[in-house]
C-alpha cells in the first residue's frame, strides 16, 4: 500500500482503540499474549465496523452522484450519444430522443447514419472513422432526419473514449443549429441581395456621374462661349459707348451752329418774314435746342460707365446741400424749401454723386404743384435682416428724395427710368427724358438701387439704396 493507505489505517487503528477503551470492556485473560490477542481481535472488529460505516456513506454518495449525473444526462439541452465502431448506438438522453423524435430505448442499438439524411451520411461516416482512427476530437456539421421526416441542421462534436477491454467509443454531442443555418442562409441571400443592389447602384452612379460629367462639360463649354460672348458684350459696349461719346460729341458743333444762325437769321430777318415764316423759324430754334438738350444727356448717360474717378468717402449732407446751393435760380423761381437731414458718407464716385443729387432735385422742381415745393432728403440705416437678399455684415442705407409735386400713377415706374421715355407732353414740361435714367445708372454702377413711390397729387418719394463699402473705393 502507498503512505497515503497507510496513513489511513494508522489512524483507522487508533480511532479503533480509542472505541475500545471507551467500552471499558474487562480483562480477564490471564497471560499476557492472551490478552493481547483478544485486544488485537477487538480493535479488527472495530474497525471493520467503521469501514463498513465508511462504505455506507460512500455507497449513498455514489448514488446521490449517479442520480445527479442521470438527471444532468437525461435532461441536458443538449442530446448525447454513445456510438461503437460500428455505428451502433449504445446509450442516448432524453433530449437526444427527443432531436430524433425516436423514444430512448428504441434508439439503442439502432445504426447512427439511419438518422442522418442521405446527402451526409458519407460526411457523417468519415466523421466517426477520423474519431476511431486518431482518437482524437471532431466536429462536423449535418442534417438529421427525425421520426416523421423532419429535417434540422445539426452540430456534431465527438470525442473517443477507451473502455477497459481496450476497445473504444464514440462520445457524440447533438447541438440543433437550425436556426443559426436558417439565420446564415437568410444572411447570405440578404448579402447576395445588397451585392445585387450595390452592383446596380454602383452601375447607376456610374451612368449618372458619366451624365454628370457630360453635364459639367457642356456647361463648361457653355460658360466659356458665356465668357467669349461676354467679352465680346463688353468689346461691344466700350464702342458702342466710344460711338455714342463721339457722335454725340460731333453732332453738338453743327447743332451749335444750326443755333447761332437761326438767332442771327431771326434777328435780322424778323422783319422781314411772316407770321408763318417766323413761326418756322422759332420750331427751327425749338428743335435745335431739344436735340443739344437730348444728346447732352446722352453724354451723360454713356459717361456714367466709363472709367473715372475712383470711388472715396463722399460726405452725402455736403454733395445735398452743394447741389441745393447750384441750383439757386431754379429754386428762387419756384420758391422751393429744402429740409436736408440725416445723410451717411459712404464710398463713391463724388461727381456722380452730385449728378444724381442734381438730376433728383431739378427733376422734383420741374414737375412741381401749385403748392410751394418742399423737397425733403434724408437717410435711414437698413438692417441687413430686413432685407431678403442683403448681404449679411454690409451696412447699406435707403436715401430718401420726397417732394410734394403733381406725383404719378406707379403703373408707369419703370416707364420713368427707361431713356427718352416721358409721361407728359413737351408743351407741358421741357427736358430730353435722360435725367432718370442717368440716375438710375448711377445707382446700379455704386452696387445699389432706385426706386419710387407716388401717386397723381400727392407727390413724389424716390428711394436710393446704396452700400457704405464698394469692391471700387479705394
Same mark, same amino acid.
Given at each position: 500500500?502507498g503512505?497515503?493507505?497507510e496513513?489511513?489505517?494508522?489512524?483507522l487503528?487508533?480511532?479503533?482503540?480509542a472505541?475500545?477503551?471507551?467500552?471499558?470492556?474487562?480483562?480477564?485473560?490471564?497471560?499476557?499474549?492472551?490478552?493481547?490477542?483478544?485486544?488485537?481481535l477487538?480493535?479488527?472488529?472495530?474497525?471493520?465496523?467503521?469501514?463498513?460505516?465508511?462504505?455506507r456513506?460512500?455507497?449513498?454518495? &455514489?448514488?446521490?452522484?449517479?442520480s445527479e449525473?442521470?438527471?444532468?444526462?437525461?435532461?441536458?439541452?443538449?442530446g448525447?450519444?454513445?456510438?461503437?465502431?460500428n455505428?451502433?448506438?449504445?446509450?442516448?438522453?432524453?433530449?437526444a430522443?427527443?432531436?430524433?423524435?425516436?423514444?430512448r430505448a428504441?434508439?439503442?442499438?439502432?445504426?447512427?447514419?439511419s438518422?442522418?439524411?442521405?446527402?451526409?451520411?458519407?460526411?457523417?461516416?468519415?466523421h466517426?472513422?477520423?474519431?476511431?482512427?486518431?482518437?482524437?476530437g471532431?466536429s462536423?456539421?449535418?442534417?438529421?432526419? +427525425?421520426?416523421?421526416?423532419?429535417?434540422?441542421?445539426?452540430?456534431?462534436?465527438?470525442?473517443?473514449?477507451?473502455?477497459?477491454?481496450?476497445?473504444?467509443?464514440c462520445?457524440?454531442?447533438?447541438?440543433?443549429?437550425?436556426?443559426?443555418?436558417?439565420?446564415?442562409?437568410?444572411?447570405?441571400? +440578404?448579402?447576395?441581395?445588397m451585392?445585387?443592389?450595390?452592383?446596380?447602384?454602383?452601375?447607376?452612379?456610374?451612368?449618372?456621374?458619366?451624365?454628370?460629367?457630360?453635364e459639367?462639360?457642356?456647361?463648361?463649354?457653355?460658360q466659356?462661349?458665356?465668357?467669349?460672348?461676354?467679352?465680346?458684350?463688353?468689346?461691344?459696349?466700350?464702342?458702342?459707348?466710344?460711338?455714342?461719346?463721339s457722335?454725340?460729341?460731333?453732332?453738338?458743333?453743327?447743332?451749335?451752329?444750326?443755333q447761332t444762325?437761326?438767332?442771327?437769321?431771326?434777328?435780322?430777318?424778323?422783319r422781314?418774314?411772316?407770321? =408763318?415764316?417766323?413761326?418756322?423759324?422759332?420750331?427751327?430754334?425749338?428743335?435745335?435746342?431739344?436735340?443739344?438738350?437730348?444728346?447732352h444727356?446722352?453724354l451723360?448717360?454713356?459717361?456714367?460707365? %466709363?472709367p473715372?474717378?475712383?470711388?472715396?468717402?463722399?460726405?452725402?449732407?455736403?454733395?445735398?446741400?452743394?447741389?441745393?446751393?447750384?441750383?439757386?435760380?431754379?429754386?428762387?423761381?419756384?420758391?422751393? %424749401?429744402?429740409?436736408?437731414?440725416?445723410l451717411?458718407?459712404?464710398?463713391?464716385?463724388?461727381?456722380?454723386?452730385? =449728378? &444724381?443729387?442734381?438730376n433728383l432735385?431739378e427733376?422734383?422742381?420741374k414737375f412741381?404743384s401749385?403748392?410751394?415745393?418742399?423737397i425733403?432728403?434724408y437717410?435711414?440705416?437698413?438692417?441687413?435682416?430686413?432685407?431678403?437678399?442683403?448681404?449679411?455684415?454690409?451696412?447699406?442705407?435707403?436715401?430718401?428724395?420726397?417732394?410734394?409735386?403733381?406725383?404719378?400713377d406707379?403703373?408707369?415706374?419703370?416707364?420713368?427710368? %427707361?431713356?427718352?421715355?416721358?409721361?407728359?407732353?413737351?408743351?407741358?414740361? =421741357?427736358?430730353?427724358?435722360?435725367?432718370?435714367?442717368?440716375?438710375?445708372?448711377?445707382?446700379?454702377?455704386?452696387?445699389g438701387?432706385?426706386?419710387?413711390?407716388?401717386?397723381?397729387? =400727392?407727390? %413724389?418719394?424716390?428711394?436710393?439704396?446704396?452700400?457704405?463699402?464698394?469692391?471700387?473705393?479705394?
Amino acid at each position: 500500500m502507498g503512505k497515503t493507505s497507510e496513513d489511513s489505517a494508522a489512524i483507522l487503528r487508533r480511532a479503533a482503540e480509542a472505541k475500545l477503551k471507551a467500552r471499558n470492556l474487562p480483562d480477564d485473560t490471564p497471560v499476557e499474549d492472551a490478552r493481547r490477542l483478544i485486544h488485537e481481535l477487538r480493535v479488527h472488529q472495530i474497525e471493520l465496523e467503521m469501514q463498513n460505516e465508511e462504505l455506507r456513506r460512500t455507497q449513498v454518495q &455514489l448514488e446521490e452522484s449517479r442520480s445527479e449525473y442521470s438527471n444532468l444526462y437525461d435532461f441536458a439541452p443538449v442530446g448525447y450519444l454513445t456510438i461503437d465502431e460500428n455505428g451502433l448506438i449504445l446509450k442516448a438522453n432524453l433530449a437526444a430522443a427527443s432531436l430524433l423524435g425516436t423514444p430512448r430505448a428504441r434508439l439503442i442499438k439502432r445504426i447512427f447514419h439511419s438518422y442522418v439524411h442521405e446527402q451526409d451520411q458519407e460526411k457523417s461516416r468519415l466523421h466517426f472513422t477520423r474519431i476511431f482512427k486518431t482518437r482524437e476530437g471532431q466536429s462536423c456539421d449535418v442534417r438529421l432526419m +427525425a421520426k416523421g421526416g423532419a429535417e434540422f441542421y445539426a452540430l456534431l462534436e465527438s470525442i473517443f473514449v477507451e473502455t477497459a477491454n481496450g476497445s473504444g467509443q464514440c462520445r457524440t454531442s447533438i447541438f440543433d443549429v437550425s436556426r443559426a443555418k436558417i439565420a446564415e442562409k437568410a444572411l447570405r441571400k +440578404a448579402h447576395g441581395e445588397m451585392e445585387k443592389r450595390v452592383e446596380e447602384r454602383t452601375a447607376e452612379l456610374a451612368e449618372a456621374n458619366k451624365l454628370l460629367m457630360q453635364e459639367i462639360d457642356v456647361r463648361r463649354r457653355a460658360q466659356e462661349e458665356l465668357r467669349i460672348n461676354m467679352e465680346k458684350l463688353e468689346r461691344s459696349s466700350q464702342e458702342l459707348q466710344a460711338f455714342a461719346f463721339s457722335a454725340s460729341h460731333d453732332m453738338q458743333e453743327p447743332l451749335r451752329k444750326i443755333q447761332t444762325f437761326s438767332g442771327m437769321l431771326k434777328e435780322r430777318a424778323s422783319r422781314n418774314l411772316d407770321d =408763318q415764316g417766323l413761326d418756322y423759324l422759332e420750331r427751327i430754334v425749338d428743335s435745335a435746342r431739344r436735340m443739344s438738350e437730348q444728346i447732352h444727356g446722352l453724354l451723360n448717360y454713356s459717361r456714367v460707365n %466709363t472709367p473715372g474717378r475712383r470711388f472715396t468717402p463722399v460726405d452725402l449732407t455736403g454733395v445735398a446741400r452743394e447741389v441745393a446751393g447750384s441750383i439757386g435760380r431754379l429754386a428762387k423761381e419756384a420758391d422751393a %424749401t429744402f429740409e436736408i437731414g440725416y445723410l451717411p458718407t459712404i464710398d463713391a464716385d463724388p461727381d456722380q454723386m452730385r =449728378q &444724381l443729387f442734381s438730376n433728383l432735385i431739378e427733376n422734383a422742381l420741374k414737375f412741381r404743384s401749385e403748392k410751394k415745393p418742399i423737397i425733403k432728403i434724408y437717410a435711414k440705416h437698413i438692417d441687413d435682416t430686413e432685407r431678403i437678399g442683403m448681404t449679411s455684415g454690409k451696412q447699406s442705407f435707403d436715401i430718401f428724395f420726397e417732394d410734394n409735386g403733381i406725383g404719378f400713377d406707379e403703373k408707369y415706374l419703370d416707364r420713368i427710368f %427707361t431713356l427718352f421715355q416721358r409721361l407728359h407732353g413737351r408743351s407741358a414740361y =421741357q427736358g430730353s427724358g435722360m435725367g432718370l435714367p442717368v440716375c438710375r445708372r448711377i445707382v446700379e454702377r455704386h452696387g445699389g438701387s432706385i426706386t419710387a413711390k407716388s401717386a397723381p397729387g =400727392q407727390g %413724389t418719394t424716390f428711394i436710393i439704396t446704396l452700400p457704405s463699402k464698394h469692391p471700387a473705393s479705394d
